[in-house]
């Protein structure tokens, strides 16, 4: 999910033009952007959706997921694993894995959101690639308020109806047959794909896990090849960060 | 572990990662290299798990034709910086087409 990413790119750019037009109203863009964000979210629910239903979860299952866990790398690496014939071990422990990022997320927007009580727990329930893109991609605590906001919201809405969408969808027709076991790795490729455009040390890493996966897939019970590729990080501790 | 038991330890989880962020003071963990190999960890795991999702079936190799063909699609719709969408509906449409064959 890196459309966050890039919408709030836009957003950036959008205000560094000459100066604001008569009438405009930056919160105004915002919600435009914050929409943007959540429309491309959904189809990433539908496919997760599916791919829930398709890997053995029920519908209910897939939409608690989305509803409360509400981190897509997470969601769809469980349902990788497990559509794999991981255990349940390994599937919560590559979802856990994944969703370590959301704390540094959080850690971010604790200073910028400043909140306290019920509203800091349901602002951490939102803490997700997309809202914190688009919360530090503006010029004022107050914009990056009224982004995390409503992207939080229009994020949420969206990714649960499609989640509830796709796995409707995909518990009526044979999973097998209309091709829904590729969706996952499909699935994953798009989300790798930007990043491996963008740095080198990512490649090197996304090749080194793959090749450790891959080697470990006969000799190792399902769901530890993935969990083990996590020693392809070795590399960045040694390796000075620069773009490709 | 049954399947309601992983989906219900998996929100609490992702949550509590979440909630651990508004707690702890910024200087615990905000340190760069923290943050970078936080910030690589997907890389890896997904590249893994394109792997494995491709290849494998349990620990076991398994090679099956449409799926493969579904992942190479679905591959080369990534690298034509092909929307979100459109990749997974041509790797699944390749992958049950293979299958008709």
Same mark, same amino acid.
């Given at each position: 999910?890196?459309?966050?990413?890039?919408?709030?790119?836009?957003?950036?750019?959008?205000?560094?033009?000459?100066?604001?037009?008569?009438?405009?109203?930056?919160?105004?863009?915002?919600?435009?952007?914050?929409?943007?964000?959540?429309?491309?979210?959904?189809?990433?629910?539908?496919?997760?959706?599916?791919?829930?239903?398709?890997?053995?979860? /029920?519908?209910?299952?897939?939409?608690?997921?989305?509803?409360?866990?509400?981190?897509?790398?997470?969601?769809?690496?469980?349902?990788?694993?497990?559509?794999?014939?991981? !255990?349940? !071990?390994?599937?919560?422990?590559?979802?856990?894995?994944?969703? /370590?990022?959301?704390?540094?997320?959080?850690?971010?927007?604790?200073?910028?959101?400043?909140?306290?009580?019920?509203?800091?727990?349901?602002?951490?329930?939102?803490?997700?690639?997309?809202?914190?893109?688009?919360?530090?991609?503006?010029?004022?605590?107050?914009?990056?308020?009224?982004?995390?906001?409503?992207?939080?919201?229009?994020?949420?809405?969206?990714?649960?109806?499609?989640?509830?969408?796709?796995?409707?969808?995909?518990?009526?027709?044979?999973?097998?047959?209309?091709?829904?076991?590729?969706?996952?790795?499909?699935?994953?490729?798009?989300?790798?794909?930007?990043? $491996?455009?963008?740095?080198?040390?990512?490649?090197?890493?996304?090749?080194?896990?793959?090749?450790?996966?891959?080697?470990?897939?006969?000799?190792?019970?399902?769901?530890?090849?993935?969990?083990?590729?996590?020693?392809?990080?070795?590399?960045?501790?040694?390796?000075?960060?620069?773009?490709? | 572990?049954?399947?309601?038991?992983?989906? $219900? /330890?998996?929100?609490?989880?992702?949550?509590?990662?979440?909630?651990?962020?508004?707690?702890?003071?910024?200087?615990? $963990?905000?340190?760069?290299?923290?943050?970078?190999?936080?910030?690589?960890?997907?890389? %890896?795991?997904?590249? %893994?798990?394109?792997?494995?999702?491709?290849?494998?079936?349990?620990?076991?190799?398994?090679?099956?034709?449409?799926?493969?063909?579904?992942?190479?699609?679905?591959?080369?719709?990534?690298?034509?910086?092909?929307?979100?969408?459109?990749?997974?509906?041509?790797?699944?449409?390749?992958?049950?087409?293979?299958?008709?064959?």
């Amino acid at each position: 999910m890196r459309r966050g990413r890039q919408a709030a790119g836009v957003s950036g750019a959008a205000s560094d033009a000459e100066g604001p037009p008569a009438g405009f109203e930056p919160a105004r863009g915002v919600r435009r952007d914050a929409a943007a964000v959540s429309l491309a979210v959904g189809a990433y629910g539908i496919a997760f959706g599916a791919a829930a239903v398709s890997a053995g979860l /029920s519908v209910l299952q897939a939409c608690v997921l989305s509803l409360a866990a509400f981190t897509g790398g997470t969601q769809f690496a469980v349902v990788g694993v497990i559509a794999g014939g991981g !255990g349940s !071990g390994a599937a919560l422990a590559s979802g856990l894995l994944l969703g /370590s990022r959301n704390t540094l997320y959080g850690m971010r927007l604790a200073p910028l959101l400043r909140v306290r009580g019920l509203r800091r727990m349901l602002a951490a329930l939102g803490t997700i690639d997309e809202t914190t893109a688009m919360a530090q991609a503006q010029q004022s605590p107050a914009l990056a308020r009224t982004a995390y906001w409503w992207t939080f919201a229009g994020v949420y809405a969206f990714w649960n109806l499609a989640t509830l969408l796709g796995a409707l969808a995909g518990s009526v027709i044979d999973p097998i047959r209309f091709g829904l076991d590729a969706v996952v790795p499909a699935a994953f490729l798009a989300l790798l794909g930007p990043r $491996l455009r963008t740095s080198r040390l990512d490649r090197r890493i996304a090749l080194t896990g793959a090749v450790i996966a891959g080697l470990l897939i006969p000799v190792t019970p399902a769901g530890v090849p993935v969990l083990a590729a996590a020693a392809a990080l070795l590399l960045a501790v040694r390796t000075p960060e620069r773009a490709s | 572990m049954t399947s309601w038991a992983l989906v $219900l /330890s998996t929100c609490a989880g992702c949550y509590a990662l979440k909630v651990l962020g508004y707690l702890v003071p910024a200087r615990v $963990l905000h340190k760069p290299a923290v943050r970078r190999l936080v910030e690589l960890v997907p890389v %890896a795991l997904l590249a %893994a798990l394109i792997v494995v999702e491709a290849i494998a079936d349990g620990s076991r190799l398994h090679l099956d034709p449409a799926r493969l063909a579904g992942v190479a699609v679905g591959g080369v719709a990534v690298w034509r910086r092909a929307p979100f969408l459109v990749v997974v509906v041509a790797a699944a449409l390749t992958a049950g087409l293979v299958r008709l064959a």
